[in-house]
């Protein structure tokens, strides 16, 4: 009875395993492929419409035990942000 019941856990055990083991097949490689070269067409024609690339704003956490910022403040750090790039001053204040 013992050696049945190890012999049923161990096949159990090695059944749910296998899925972990389990990677992705050809035709969702594919298909990821061909989504991520639309978006690099896409980015690539934007920035060359634009002429710049687009930077992205990087924000200090403003959340958790350890937040450096808050909400509100990185929001007006965006606003500020989006004034800058338009090329207008955000709520008169300049940054020396």
């Known amino acids: 009875m013992n050696k ?4 049923v856990v161990f096949a159990a055990t090695a059944a749910v395993s296998l899925s972990a083991y389990a990677g992705r097949d050809g035709g ?6 061909k989504a991520n070269k639309a978006v690099a067409e896409q980015r690539a024609q934007e920035e060359a419409r634009t002429g710049k690339t687009a930077k ?3 924000l200090p ?4 035990p350890h937040a450096q910022a808050t909400p ?3 929001k007006q750090r965006l606003l ?3 004034a800058r790039e338009k090329g207008g001053d955000a709520a008169g204040t300049s940054q020396k």
């Open 61 to 64: 956490l403003d959340h958790g």
């Open 56 to 58: 992205r704003i990087v």
């Open 4 to 7: 049945l019941h190890i012999t």
């Open 80 to 82: 500020q942000a989006e």
């Open 28 to 33: 969702q490689i594919m298909e990821q492929d």
């Open 72 to 74: 509100w403040l990185n």
